[in-house]
Every structure is written in C-alpha cells, then in structure tokens.
T-cell receptor, first 116, second 111 residues
Framework: GAGVSQSPSNKVTEKGKDVELRCDPI?????LYWYRQSLGQGLEFLIY????????KSGLPSDRFSAERTGGSVSTLTIQRTQQEDSAVYLC??????????????FGPGTRLTVL | QKEVEQNSGPLSVPEGAIASLNCTYS??????FFWYRQYSGKSPELIMF????GDKEDGRFTAQLNKASQYVSLLIRDSQPSDSATYLC???????????FGTGTQLKVEL
C-alpha cells in the first residue's frame, strides 16, 4: 500500500517568511511524528500526535514552530518567520501505535527546507 | 551525555566481511531498540527492532541487545557495497511518545 507522503519535496524560502509542510500518513496509522534532520546530524524529535490526544510538543524548538493534525490524518507543520538555522530536512513518520509495545515508525521522503 | 550514542565513523569494511555497528543508551527505562538504514539524501528505513536480551536474526542482519550493559549492536554478515549507508540506532521508552535517535554510524563497504 501507499507509504507516508510529504509535500513539497523541496522548499526554498527567504528569511522571515512563513512555510507550511504537509504530511499524509499511512492509512490507518494513528500516530504521527515530525522530526528534523540537519546536515550530518541525527533525527531531532519535534512533535507527536496520537489519535485525539493532546500532542506532545516537547521537541518544538521555539514558538515559531507549530503543527496540527486535522481529522486524525493529514498533518501540517508551520514555521513562522523562518530563520537560516531552520534549514534542514523535515521528516514525517507514522505508526500503528500500540501502547506499551514496540512502536515501528515508517518515514516519508522528507521536505528539504532551505532558508536564504 | 546524549541518550543514544553511536560512533559517527566512517566504518570501512571489505566486501564479504562482517560489519559491527554499536550503540549505547543511557535511559534504563528504554524498552525497545530500532535500527534504521539511511542512504544519502533518502529517508530512514527500518531494518529491524529488538526488545529482548540476546540476539535476533533476520537474513544477513543480527541485532544484539544487552540491557545490563546498555548497549545494542547490529551485525551485517557478508557485507555488500549496497550496504554502504548511515545506520541509525533508536530507543523507545514505553512511558514516552517518541523514538530517541543516535546521530548514526556511516558504513562503507569497499570492493
């Protein structure tokens, strides 16, 4: 079946502009994650959605970052007033979360964000 | 101290050899561990996960977990040039909602 999809694949923006990144998870997956990966770095957790529960926003680096998930499916990550240090690949993952069990996450292809 | 640590490498092994990738973690509450492979410019793809002490084998891959020593390893037998990638180790804590990733080890399999 279809995997996790993300759009756009590449986004170039000017410093100070707002950007929206979209993630469409695997159908039926209740958990959705956003990560950020800077050049040569590991994955940095940003935010997690599970069903209708309040999201875990503990990884968002500043109040310029926000995310929402509508209807328990598609998610949008918004970065306001972008800065050059926001340049990174933003990865979305989804899983069929099982409480207390192994949480296998499947990643989308990512959005490469470049802030000039 | 990072929660999940990996040697960044690169780790170079000749084709056909066994590649050994290691990972240590600091949170004793970690329950499950995952190995992802990431080719340059691509997204991570799951290789395997392990949650019980001991070895778990899947084809050419073997994951090893030692909770007492807090380390996880991935062995790749009969290494191929196509195995050249960055390998990410991640831990999952049942009380948390996310995977914690190491920074990855770059593996180079040379002809």
């Amino acid at each position: 079946g279809a995997g996790v999809s993300q759009s756009p694949s590449n986004k170039v923006t000017e410093k100070g502009k707002d950007v929206e990144l979209r993630c469409d998870p695997i159908s039926g997956h209740t958990a959705l994650y956003w990560y950020r990966q800077s050049l040569g770095q590991g994955l940095e957790f940003l935010i997690y959605f599970q069903g209708n529960s309040a999201p875990d926003k503990s990884g968002l680096p500043s109040d310029r970052f926000s995310a929402e998930r509508t209807g328990g499916s598609v998610s949008t990550l918004t970065i306001q007033r972008t800065q050059q240090e926001d340049s990174a690949v933003y990865l979305c993952a989804s899983s069929s979360h099982r409480t207390g069990g192994a949480d296998t996450q499947y990643f989308g292809p990512g959005t490469r964000l470049t802030v000039l | 101290q990072k929660e999940v640590e990996q040697n960044s490498g690169p780790l170079s092994v000749p084709e056909g050899a066994i590649a050994s990738l290691n990972c240590t973690y600091s949170d004793r509450g970690s329950q499950s561990f995952f190995w992802y492979r990431q080719y340059s410019g691509k997204s991570p793809e799951l290789i395997m996960f392990i949650y019980s002490n001991g070895d778990k084998e899947d084809g050419r891959f073997t994951a090893q977990l030692n909770k007492a020593s807090q380390y996880v390893s991935l062995l790749i037998r009969d290494s191929q040039p196509s195995d050249s990638a960055t390998y990410l180790c991640a831990s999952f804590t049942g009380g948390g909602n996310k995977l914690t990733f190491g920074t990855g080890t770059q593996l180079k399999v040379e002809l």
